[in-house]
């Protein structure tokens, strides 16, 4: 009986796996976190499947488990420090979490959140790694200038510039899509 399920759990695993993987990174722009997330949907499937609980449909409920799972993701996020990143407009300092469509207002605007949360993820993987690190360091990770400085064997001015570099792409990168949204 064992070897029979564990044939059928492979065969469904190979079947969806591509499918699957390309699903999730559409939706997550870490790679490590999309992997994390098909490991964790198969892991979940294995476990249903030996405790015998009736999956007919596999590929729907694998599907579905990795969506879940992407909420999850999302919603650990919510109280990430980048929530607390300001932007100025009309003397008003407001953070990201007043810009952000609220996860309260219905499905919709779930949906719109977590896009523009993707769209930041996708932006920040776009920074040259140097930048992308200083600035996820630094801004979100609450990390100071000169520990990384000491850290990485270079110059405080050198990581301000980095710094600097990689909230310039940022701000150009994201202006549409924030227009997109005030407007709406």
């Known amino acids: 009986m064992t070897t029979q399920q564990d044939r059928r759990i492979?065969?469904?695993?190979?079947?969806?796996?591509?499918?699957?993987?390309?699903?999730?990174?559409?939706?997550?722009?870490?790679?490590a976190d999309a992997e994390d997330i098909l490991q964790d949907v198969f892991y979940e499937f294995v476990q249903a499947?030996?405790?015998?609980?009736?999956i007919e449909q596999a590929g729907a409920w694998l599907f579905r488990v990795a969506r879940n799972?992407?909420?999850?993701?999302?919603?650990?996020r919510r109280n990430s420090p980048l929530r607390e990143a300001g932007v100025v407009e009309n003397g008003d300092l407001l953070n990201l979490e007043d810009l952000l469509p609220s996860a309260d207002a219905g499905p919709e605007a779930v949906f719109a959140r977590n896009l523009l949360l993707a769209e930041i993820d996708d932006a920040l993987e776009e920074l040259p790694d140097e930048q992308r690190e200083v600035f996820i360091a630094h801004e979100l990770e609450g990390r100071s200038f000169k520990e990384l400085a000491a850290e990485a064997g270079v110059s405080v001015n050198t990581l301000l510039s980095r710094k600097h570099y990689a909230v310039l792409h940022l701000r150009r990168r994201l202006q549409t899509i924030y227009a997109e949204f005030r407007k709406s």
């Open 10 to 31: 492979s065969a469904t695993v190979e079947e969806q796996r591509a499918r699957l993987r390309n699903f999730i990174r559409k939706r997550v722009a870490d790679e």
């Open 69 to 76: 799972r992407i909420i999850d993701l999302y919603r650990k």
């Open 49 to 54: 499947y030996r405790l015998m609980k009736p």
